[in-house]
């Protein structure tokens, strides 16, 4: 087992190399700059897989929701623009982690455990984590457009551990530390539908396999029985995932689902984070009502995926937030919804990650025939 994982991890490495290129003078164009975009991501991916609090098992890093899954996910889209033939450094570390984790699942210790985090912090770290590596490499493959052995050996890993009793059956277990909006309340449902974003993303006609479909059936029926009483960042999430399977919406709701989130746009043509769930912050302080770059990209992005076109009034409002608010180093904005951070700290970005990631996905994605 440890032969064939160094094996997978230097097949990683070895088909990637170096980054962004030195001279980027013509890698800005007048709408956004790809270049200091791609450049903020991985400084902050380098910093949280190099973070002590970030450490794991294994000589592994934890796969955050808000930094390096959407590292995972947006950074891909920017190589081609920048002139990059293979993956950055950041993307090689990452990869190889979550090549290790796959590989020695059965050796590598949950990224929290009861012992140490409380009660059911084992399984939902478990759960959480089997559909955040299936998703991440579904993501590279979906690039290259052929599914390794290692992607299927995560969703291997993933499918067991969905429940198939109680209340969330269909679903996985799911962190919750009650910190919104990726380990709260809610984000159980949030992580079903990331679930189904990876089979819907993973090439080869994965998702028409005949062993998978009873699971991606109680998959599909649990979105489908849950939907109506999500908040909206939820709602958001299936329509994400309905670009690739087929039912997890109705036209009904789909129709109500663009209202519901045209409402939501705001005068200057983004959306803000504070108003996509029941949110309140732990110390009591008002939420952050202003346009945000996390929900602007996600809704974006979304949209996006599920067919909407890009000359559309709304997308082109959202686009033109999107690159009027990026920020001089690359990033976007967005404010925690836990609570008041030092901005200065590096924690307090965590949110301004996951905005940098999205938004970066969904200009991107704008211009995509």
């Known amino acids: 087992m440890r032969i064939r994982c160094i094996g997978l991890i230097t097949s990683v490495l070895l088909t990637a190399s170096s980054a962004l290129a030195a001279d980027h003078k013509d ?10 975009a791609a450049q903020y991501l991985d400084a902050r991916q380098q910093w949280w897989m190099d973070w002590p609090k ?10 955050s929701c808000h930094t390096a899954l959407p590292y995972a996910m947006a950074r891909p889209s920017l190589r081609e623009p920048l002139g990059n033939q293979t993956l950055s450094t950041q993307e090689q570390r990452m990869l190889g982690y979550v090549v290790k984790r796959v590989t020695l699942w059965r050796e ?3 990224f929290y455990t009861d012992e140490k985090s409380g009660p059911r912090k084992s399984p939902e770290s478990r759960g959480t984590e089997a559909v955040l590596n299936a998703l991440v490499l579904a993501r590279y493959d979906n690039a290259s457009g052929h599914m390794r052995q290692i992607t ?20 996985w277990d799911w962190l919750n530390f009650h910190n919104a909006p990726w380990e709260s309340n809610e984000s159980h449902y949030w992580g079903a539908t990331l679930a189904a974003v990876a089979v819907g993303i993973t090439p080869d006609n994965y998702r028409a396999r005949h062993e998978i479909q009873p699971q991606l059936a109680l998959l599909s029926e649990y979105l489908n029985r849950d939907y109506d009483n999500q908040p909206l ?8 995932a309905s670009a690739r399977i087929p039912g997890l919406l109705t036209p009904a709701q789909r129709m109500a689902l663009l209202k519901d989130i045209a409402r939501h746009q705001q005068t200057d043509g983004g959306w803000t984070t504070a108003t996509l769930g029941p949110w309140k912050r732990k110390d009591d302080t008002s939420l952050d009502t202003a346009s945000d770059g996390y929900a602007t990209g996600l809704i974006v992005y979304a949209m996006r995926q599920a067919g909407i076109p890009a000359s559309s009034a709304a997308m082109q409002q959202g686009r033109k937030w999107l690159i009027a608010n990026q920020a001089a180093d690359g990033h976007w904005n967005a404010i925690s919804l836990n609570k008041q951070r030092e901005s200065t700290a590096d924690p307090a970005k965590f949110m301004s990650d996951a905005a940098t990631a999205y938004a970066s996905l969904a ?5 995509e025939p």
């Open 27 to 36: 890698l800005s164009v007048s709408d956004w700059n790809r270049f200091t």
């Open 54 to 63: 970030a450490q794991r098992d294994h000589e592994t890093a934890c796969v």
């Open 108 to 110: 590598v210790q949950p």
């Open 152 to 171: 299927k050996d995560a969703f291997t890993n993933m499918w067991p551990l969905q429940l198939t009793t109680g209340e969330e059956k269909g679903s």
């Open 233 to 240: 960042i939820n709602r958001v999430g299936v329509l994400w």
């Open 363 to 367: 200009l991107s994605s704008l211009q």
